[in-house]
Every structure is written in structure tokens, then in C-alpha cells.
């Protein structure tokens, strides 16, 4: 049989991909622009038949009815490692159908694989090639790993995704279905900065030296991070996430790899998300690889980048310096996601010029509520440990944390803390006896 016969023969419907599902099921479905949206739309109509389905994904994009609708319980739960718009909704509107597994990014799969058996994958990939190999595309942050180990993987092929290089790379032969499924690609615009965003990201270009290795995430702030980086020179990048502003920082000629201490002339990532422009310039794109998250993200491989900067944001830090970035209180918002691997893998640099900066706007909910507050709300989350932190940043300036005693820390902290609230925060600070 020849490789064109072999995948035609694998061809199924979205349906009939959606009919593998069993009682009991393990399904994990790749994450974000990777996501299988024709089989996903479609998993709610095998309830009737089905119990105990549980579905693990992480940054779900669609509010998929089956666990929107609160019918849905007891036949399929959202199992997510980082809550987006939908599955936030169904958390407030108790559905029932959702739940969240607390993790690290670079440990999810392998977590996962130790938990429990994955029995289907579903994911996305371009049409094969000659040789009969697809490209996941997109993303492997655990995906990969994940369909090594499953018992069946069903894949959606999409001819509008681009075709990436480094572990993407998949035979047919490995892959129990396809479904042909052409849609756009989703996209995730990048939002425009505010002037509080821009003299965040001020403060954050003063922190980063040319030749520096750097993770950035997306949103107005590290957006705005991105524009002041601009007249900086010989970056690299190791990051999880690849967005618009690295792309457009590499064709201005600032990020040029040459100075990585590993990887030397490629930019690494582990999955992409952004405009379609960002799309078409990962297709065919040497310069670019995409390597597995429990490597990408590993802490121990994050800190052999020469001088790596992670560059990452919170909803609010305590005087001591814990950082919480998922939850608050108990109410879980989003999820761990690499910011432990990333600033722990800088801290740890293997120069000793390594550099984790955490930042966030110094209030919230119009400016009511100040973000650096005294100690975090009962049940609330630590995202990254208070002997993690180095430096935080708000639209104030810079509190450099890293070796620092409480009282040093404190003070620091409400010396960035917004005006109108570091009275309050110091006279608390003393009465916790951190001043």
C-alpha cells in the first residue's frame, strides 16, 4: 500500500471520530490554535450514551456545549490546566461539567501519563507531504507526548495551518484517523497598549541587556514590554508562547538568536498563538522550532540560556513576595501555566545573569483595590514562590526582591505600590510586624 492509499484508508467523518468516544474516556484535546474545533463542537451529541468522560485540555477557545450546558453532568467533565472565557463561565454558572488540575507546565503531560492512561487524542495537523509525514503545527507543549501514549490518536487536518519545524513532525502511519476539516485558524489579536501599559514595559526594557535570552507572554503588557525593547540588540528567544511581537522584533533585526548560549540562530517555543500573519511567517520557517514543553519549559533547560529573562504577569503580590496569578481567593481565573518553570529557570541562570520579572498593574477594578496587598485573600493560590521572585514591576517602578529580608521587601513593595494606598499598606505592614 502506498502512503496516499494508507491515508485514505484512515479517512473517517467528524461523527464517526466522535463516536470512538466510550463510558470512562480519557480524552485529551491539543490546546489553542491546535484545538480539533470540528470533533470538540461535536462531543456533546454522544452524551446520550455516554458516562464519566472526562476531557482534558488546556486554554479551551470555544464554549463547547459539552460542559457548557449544565445536562451535561455526569457524561462529560472539562478537566482543564488553565481556565479560559468558557470554562470560567461554567465554574460561575456551576454546571458542574468543569474542574481544574493544578500543574506546571513542563509537567503536565508527564503528569498526566502518571495519573491516569490517555485513551483518545484528538489534535490538529497539516495534509501529509511526500513522505507521509503531517506537522502538528502549532503546538506540542504536552500533545505529543500525550499521543505517544494513547490508545487511539484522531487527528483534524486543516490545510490553513503552517508546516513548523523542530519535534513537530508526525508519520502516518502513527496516527489511527483522520478527519479533513478546513477552518480558519484561530487567532488571538494583539491588544493595544495602555499608557499605564507602556511605562510598565519602560521599566521592563530598562531590566533587559542586549544579547539577553527572553520569554514574553501576550496582553498589553508584555505587548508593550515588546516596544521597548526596540532598540535593543542580539536578542534571543526561549520562550513557551510564540506571539506577534517576537516576530515583528526579530524582522526589525533585534532578535537575532546569535547571542543564545544553546539553540544558537533559532528561536524555541513549545506552541504559537496570534494573527494570521504570524501564521504564514512559522510556515516554512527554519529560524523557528518547536520543541516539547517538558523541555522547552523545564526549568533545569530554561536556565542554561545565557542571561534569560522570563517576562510574565499577576493578579497581585503580598508583602513577602508570593505571587498569585491564577486565582482569587478560591476561585480559580486561569492556572499555573509556565510562569514557575520560566522564572525559576531564569533565577537559576547558568551565568548567574539570569532575570524573572513579574508585573502588574498597581491596582484593580478601576483602581478601588490595590494589587500589592498585605497578605493574599484566604485560598488564594501561589503561583510562584516568594523565594522565586526577583524583581516586580508596576506602572511606580521596579522592587528588586531577589535576596532580600521581609522588611527589605515590604518596602520595596509599597514603595511601587499605588500612591493612594501605601499609607494603609505600611501601617498594616507594621502591624504584621514586617516593619
Partial sequence: MNLQDEYRTKLISIPEAVSKIKSDDNVVVAMCASEPQGCMGQFHTVADRVENVRVFSCLTLQPYDFYMKPEMKGHFELASWFHAPGSRAALKNNTGTVTYVPNMLHRSATDFIFARKPHIFYGTCTPPDKHGYVSLSLGIT????????????????????????????????????????????????????????????????????????????????????????????????????????????????????????????????????????????????????????????????????????????????????????????????????????????????????????????????????????????????????????????????????RGKTVRERARELIAVAHPDFRAELTEKAKALGYL
Wanted: proline letters at 4%.
Fill in 142 to 401: 504536552y500533545e505529543k507526548d500525550i499521543l505517544e501514549a494513547a490508545d487511539l490518536v484522531i487527528l483534524e487536518v486543516n490545510p490553513l495551518l503552517p508546516r513548523t519545524f523542530g519535534d513537530t513532525h508526525l508519520h502516518i502511519s502513527e496516527v489511527d484517523f483522520f478527519v479533513e476539516h478546513e477552518q480558519i485558524v484561530p487567532e488571538l489579536p494583539s491588544p493595544q497598549p495602555s499608557e499605564t501599559d507602556l511605562t510598565i514595559g519602560r521599566y521592563i526594557g530598562e531590566l533587559v541587556e542586549d544579547g539577553s535570552t527572553i520569554q514574553l507572554g501576550i496582553g498589553g503588557i508584555p505587548n508593550a514590554a515588546a516596544l521597548a525593547l526596540r532598540d535593543k540588540k542580539d536578542l534571543g528567544v526561549h520562550t513557551e508562547m510564540i506571539v506577534d511581537s517576537m516576530m515583528e522584533l526579530y524582522e526589525m533585526g533585534v532578535i537575532t538568536n546569535r547571542k543564545k548560549s544553546f539553540h544558537k540562530g533559532k528561536l524555541v517555543a513549545t506552541f504559537a498563538m496570534g494573527s494570521r500573519k504570524l501564521y504564514d511567517w512559522l510556515d516554512d520557517n527554519v529560524a523557528v522550532e518547536f520543541m516539547r514543553g517538558r523541555w522547552v519549559n523545564n526549568p533545569a533547560v530554561v536556565s542554561q540560556n545565557s542571561k534569560m529573562v522570563s517576562i510574565n504577569t499577576c493578579l497581585m503580590v503580598d508583602l513577602t513576595g508570593q505571587v498569585a496569578s491564577e486565582s482569587l481567593g478560591p476561585v480559580q481565573y486561569s492556572g499555573t501555566g509556565g510562569q514557575s518553570d520560566t522564572a525559576e529557570g531564569a533565577v537559576e541562570g547558568i551565568d548567574g545573569k539570569g532575570k524573572s520579572i513579574i508585573a502588574c498593574y498597581s491596582t484593580a477594578k478601576g483602581g478601588k483595590v490595590s494589587t500589592i496587598v498585605p497578605v493574599l485573600p484566604e485560598g488564594t493560590a501561589v503561583t510562584l514562590h516568594r523565594s522565586l521572585v526577583d524583581n516586580v514591576v508596576t506602572e511606580f517602578g521596579i522592587a528588586r526582591l
